[in-house]
């Protein structure tokens, strides 16, 4: 009997980028045979793929080349990025994917990505259940939005001696908030490096007034977010703190010295000042300071940045988690707001706010339902027992 992995014999050379778009035209179809998210996010995975492998030392450009040690490192570099264990098994799936069907067309002898040792470094997801990701407690959330309400108090004080403090403390105490009342996702109000479509939430898109804020959603188009009412005092004083010269600016901008700096110069120098002018320019005022009052836009800060922020600011406020988590992460201020959503309104309205189908929801949170139907079935009993 001819084994399966000789099945299929590699009749040319092909190389790899060459067909990654007969590979997304066959696999992200959508439903009515248009073009899905799946097209969408498997084609930018790809292409970091395509990328790394350029940069590899054997620089494998075709599939004859590729191995299974080119995958255990890839898959090694995806998970040195900071993304949650689950991103890491999304993006790397989409690769074995694209190894699997190039099997099938006859370009690979074997799907690669899934030899043992390839997958060796993919973090599993260790046998995770409905209620064992983060979600910040009730306690967690007081103690962080007190801090960070302390810090920016403080800093207000003193803002005539060193605004950038304040502006910065402020920006800190927004992010907080909004990530811990709103639900949002940290993709959804900040910079991603892999989609150069989400640019970080602008003061644009927030409608303080009317209580939500557009966002670019996972289902890649513009959606609406509810702001609850803990949220809107800390973007209010913000805004006014920042004074943001224009209403495209992002809501949460970057302060990282370098970067502000380069934009700094060459905006400047681009509008015909000198470097003589441009350096007395900075004497007097911090790089922020001067990129509102010459409306040089900053970026916002990445997703990345914005979990190293909140670690900072766990560690500054000396909060200690029971878990094998360092610090609390967006993706547990969402799964929290969750938990809250759930338990006061039910599945379907925690859905609506969290942009997720019910279904979802209920898969997510059914350690909820469980313990309310261990409830039902306890106060049963008792009154069974009772009537004895």
């Not at 502000?260 to 790089?287: C, F, K, N, P, W």
């Not at 009052?293 to 406020?317: N, Q, W």
Request: charged share 30%; with cysteine; net charge negative.
């Amino acid at each position: 009997m001819i084994e399966q992995a000789n099945a299929v014999e590699v009749h040319s050379v092909v190389s790899i980028d060459a067909v990654i778009e007969d590979f997304l035209t066959d696999k992200g179809k959508g439903q009515g045979g248009e073009s899905g998210n799946y097209r969408q996010d498997a084609g930018r995975e790809l292409d970091r793929f395509v990328e790394f492998l350029t940069g590899h030392e054997e620089s494998p450009t075709s599939f004859d080349e590729l191995d299974s040690g080119h995958l255990r490192e890839y898959a090694r570099h995806l998970t040195r990025q900071g993304w949650t264990a689950g991103t890491v098994r999304t993006y790397y799936a989409y690769v074995s994917a694209f190894c699997g069907w190039a099997v099938r067309e006859g370009h690979l002898a074997e799907n690669v990505a899934q030899r043992r040792n390839a997958t060796e470094p993919i973090p599993d997801d260790g046998g995770h259940k409905s209620g064992d990701q983060q979600a910040w407690s009730a306690e967690d959330r007081q103690q962080l939005t007190s801090f960070v309400d302390e810090q920016a108090s403080a800093a207000i004080d003193d803002i005539g001696e060193e605004r950038e403090a304040a502006i910065k403390a402020c920006r800190d105490r927004a992010l907080v908030y909004l990530l811990s009342y709103s639900g949002v996702r940290g993709a959804e109000i900040l910079r991603d490096r892999s989609d150069e479509r989400r640019q970080g939430l602008r003061w644009e898109d927030v409608h303080l007034e009317d209580r939500y804020a557009t966002v670019f959603a996972k289902k890649q188009r513009l959606d609406d977010r509810g702001l609850p009412k803990p949220v809107i005092h800390p973007l209010q004083m913000y805004r006014k703190v920042l004074d943001a010269p224009s209403e495209s600016w992002p809501v949460f901008p970057s302060f990282h010295r370098p970067t502000l700096s380069q934009q700094v110069m060459d905006t400047l120098d681009r509008r015909g000042y000198t470097d003589t002018e441009i350096e007395e320019m900075r004497t007097d005022r911090s790089l922020i300071e001067l990129c509102v009052e010459y409306d040089i836009e900053p970026p916002s800060i990445t997703t990345d940045a914005g979990r190293h922020v909140l670690k900072r600011l766990c560690e500054e406020a000396g909060i200690e988690l029971d878990d094998s988590e360092e610090y609390l992460m967006p993706h547990g201020a969402r799964r929290g707001a969750g938990e809250v959503l759930v338990r006061t309104s039910g599945h379907a309205a925690a859905a609506r706010a969290l942009d997720n189908s019910e279904e979802v929801v209920r898969e997510h949170y059914s350690h909820i339902e469980a313990g309310e139907l261990a409830d039902q079935m306890t106060n049963a009993f008792e009154e069974a027992d009772q009537q004895v």
